[in-house]
């Protein structure tokens, strides 16, 4: 690792991470922009994950959430989620806000987790916003493509929806806020495995690297952030962060 990143890690005190789909993909979660397959193959994802797509066939749209639901019950967290998770317990300023749907990085043990972009496992009823409560136990992995249709609410009847921010919804205020008062206060901006495509969470980048903190980008593909960020990591997330935490955490004992 760069020796000159290896000092700002270990100076590092208030830091800001922004995880995305690629702090998944050792987990085996297929990314956002992954080819769709099955029924799926002939959308783009941002064609599903849109309330127009479920208001025209919502058994298209519950069906890909459920699979992708099962999969990520199935699914176990890797280093990077570990990583993150250890890192928390050596920096108390640390700010995790991450743009997946999955609970890795809860079940990986990280205290505080900012959702921007809702939660695969909080679904609710889309006309009184009810929470869901999915029957229990880890639900059978469904062929790839079914349509299945949404359970109904049980107050009003309405269908269920995915408790995940769509494309033309706005994100959860609180998430967002914390995240954009963080990133004013960050000495350090790590962001993992997003493609940075996306806003408004993509912004918060530049956000940080406007207010004075140290941007550090890991991906092993070029994105959308190389011309922003002061240091580009160019390898997986599940190898990179536990050199990197190991590094900051290495002066800064519990
Ligand atoms: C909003 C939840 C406004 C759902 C997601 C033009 C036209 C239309 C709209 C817009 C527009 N310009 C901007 C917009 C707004 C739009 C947007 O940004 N569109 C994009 C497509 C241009 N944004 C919105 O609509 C947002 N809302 O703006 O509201 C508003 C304001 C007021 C009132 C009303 C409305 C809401 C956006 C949220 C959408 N929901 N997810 C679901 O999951 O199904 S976004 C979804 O895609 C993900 O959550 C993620 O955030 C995003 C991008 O995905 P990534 O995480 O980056 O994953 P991706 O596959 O792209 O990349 C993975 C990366 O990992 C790659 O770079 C790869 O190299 C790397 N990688 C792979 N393996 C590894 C790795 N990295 C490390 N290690 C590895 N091993
Ligand atoms: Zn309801």
Excluded at 6 to 35: C, H
Aim: one cysteine or more.
């Amino acid at each position: 690792m760069d020796s000159a990143l290896v000092e700002i890690l270990k100076k590092s005190r208030r830091v800001l991470v922004l995880t995305g789909a690629g702090a998944s993909a050792e987990s085996g979660i297929p990314t956002f922009r992954d080819q769709l397959t099955g029924l799926w193959e002939k959308f783009d994802a941002a064609e599903l994950a849109n309330d127009e797509a479920f208001q025209r066939d919502p058994a298209l749209v519950w069906g890909w959430y459920e699979w992708r639901r099962a999969l990520v019950m199935r699914s176990k967290p890797n280093p990077a989620h570990l990583a993150l998770a250890e890192l928390a317990k050596h920096q108390p300023e640390l700010v995790l806000v991450t743009q997946n749907v999955d609970d890795l990085h809860e079940r990986a043990g990280s205290p505080s987790v900012l959702h921007l972009h809702g939660e695969l496992l909080k679904p609710r009823c889309e006309k009184c916003a009810r929470p869901y409560r999915f029957p229990l136990g880890i639900p059978e992995m469904p062929v790839e493509g079914a349509r299945i249709d949404p359970p109904r609410c049980p107050e009003c009847l309405w269908n269920i929806r995915p408790g995940v921010v769509w494309f033309g919804e706005s994100l959860p205020g609180d998430a967002w806020n914390a995240a954009v008062d963080a990133a004013s206060r960050c000495d350090l901006f790590l962001c993992v495995g997003t493609s940075a495509r996306v806003q408004p969470a993509a912004s918060l980048g530049m956000r940080a690297g406007k207010a004075g903190a140290v941007t550090v980008q890991v991906n092993p593909n070029p994105t959308d952030f190389d011309e922003e960020v002061e240091f580009c990591v160019r390898a997986p997330a599940g190898v990179a962060l536990p050199q990197m935490v190991g590094a900051m955490v290495a002066l800064n004992p519990r």
